[in-house]
């Protein structure tokens, strides 16, 4: 039997738990048309909203394509690099259209679980992707 520290173990299910997630969730594909919200078109008549540009700009970009990205292996099947591979997605948890709590990508990002082997994301960074899934993942 293998005896891994506490916090290596705890470590490892985690990362694992979250893969086995991911990867469940964004290559499921079904027929049907999930009951989520519309997704809004451009709005630039406020431009207190954050749009997915500025997320993808000063967050997704620097942060988070790297690793995931269609084609990547290991991306866990979540794409992060389009506003339609985001809002397409057969997870109806990545993002939800005005619940930043209730979003896997929000979650991930402000306890700090992503990105994986990097620094955590700067409270500004955080702020824009629950300004943007807040509003309504404006384009």
């Given amino acids: ?11 490892i299910s985690f990362l694992l738990s979250l893969t086995l997630t991911l ?3 964004c ?15 451009d709005r630039t008549d406020n431009p207190e909203l954050t749009s997915y540009s500025l997320v993808l700009d000063q967050v997704l970009q620097t942060e ?17 690099s389009s506003y339609e591979s985001i809002t397409n997605c057969s997870n109806p948890v990545l993002v939800v259209p ?3 709590e209730g979003s896997l990508l929000y979650s ?3 306890r700090g679980e992503m ?14 992707v629950r300004d943007w899934i807040a509003g309504g993942l404006l384009r």
Avoid at 1 to 11: D, V
Avoid at 115 to 127: A, G, S, V
């Fill in 27 to 41: 290559s499921y594909r079904e027929e049907k048309e999930h009951n989520r919200n519309p997704v809004p078109d």
């Fill in 1 to 11: 039997m293998i005896h891994l520290p506490l916090e290596r173990s705890r470590t």
């Fill in 98 to 100: 005005g619940n930043p």
């Fill in 108 to 110: 991930v990002v402000a």
């Fill in 64 to 80: 988070c394509v790297d690793c995931h990205s269609e084609g990547n292996p290991g991306n866990n099947n979540v794409d992060l």
């Fill in 115 to 128: 990105p994986l082997f990097r620094d955590p994301l700067t409270e500004h960074q955080i702020q824009l």
């Fill in 23 to 25: 990867s469940w969730g």
